[in-house]
């Protein structure tokens, strides 16, 4: 059973517009919510991360989550082509787990 | 801005040997863990470590693997006995607290290629 599932894309959105990534998870448990950004051949760096209900907001980018549809997205205002990248959802669960659950990924690219 | 650091970034190894994966953590971090990458799948965690012993582990970390923190700074990887299914990239991560908001930051991997 999958725990993270994120639609492997690609995401082609235009220079300017928003994207937006979706992420859903099955674990009721989990707890808290990671965006990361990966170029190809990089590792995983960190955007943002959520735990409350509702939006979050920094800079270009607005987390969103909904515990009780299980659902989780990012938005990337004003999309630029250095966004261009693979934006991983990644899951914690509650109860003193460490470890990250990551989905697949979504591949975004952002034409000029 | 401090970072988390792997060596080496490449290692080629044959089938069968041992390959030892090296990480430098951020240095006022307290937990420490290891994931892997396999091409174009998703990252996978192996073993969280903290106060210098695992405290989490996936079913892939078996007995082929080890994690040892050797002296104050470093964090190494073990493989045993490398097999083919192996190659992949490892990624090292550092977290200041295991709290469910603590944020955990990846170094930049070692590629690992099994021959």
């Known amino acids: 059973q999958k725990e993270v599932e994120q639609n492997s894309g690609p995401l082609s959105v235009p220079e300017g517009a928003i994207a937006s990534l979706n992420c859903t998870y099955s674990d009721r448990g989990s707890q808290s919510f990671f965006w990361y950004r990966q170029y190809s051949g990089k590792s995983p760096e960190l955007i943002m991360f959520i735990y409350s209900n509702g939006d979050k907001e920094d800079g270009r980018f607005t987390a969103q989550l909904n515990k009780a549809s299980q659902y989780v997205s990012l938005l990337i205002r004003d999309s630029q082509p250095s966004d261009s990248a693979t934006y991983l959802c990644a899951v914690k669960m509650k109860g003193g787990f460490q470890k990250l659950v990551f989905g697949t990924g979504t591949r975004l690219l952002v034409s000029p | 801005e401090p970072e988390v650091t792997q060596t080496p970034s490449h290692q080629v190894t044959q089938m069968g040997q041992e390959v030892i994966l090296r990480c430098v953590p951020i240095s006022n971090h307290l937990y420490f863990y290891w994931y892997r990458q396999i091409l174009g799948q998703k990252v996978e965690f192996l073993v969280s470590?903290?106060?210098?012993?695992?405290?989490?582990k996936s079913e892939i970390f078996d007995d082929q693997f080890s994690v040892e923190r050797p002296d104050g700074s470093n964090f190494t990887l073990k493989i045993r006995s490398t097999k083919l299914e192996d190659s992949a990239m490892y990624f090292c991560?550092?977290?200041?607290?295991?709290?469910?908001?603590?944020?955990?930051?990846f170094g930049p991997g070692t590629r690992l290629t099994v021959l």
């Open positions: 991560a550092s977290s200041e607290d295991s709290y469910d908001t603590d944020t955990q930051y």
């Open positions: 470590f903290y106060n210098n012993e695992i405290s989490e």
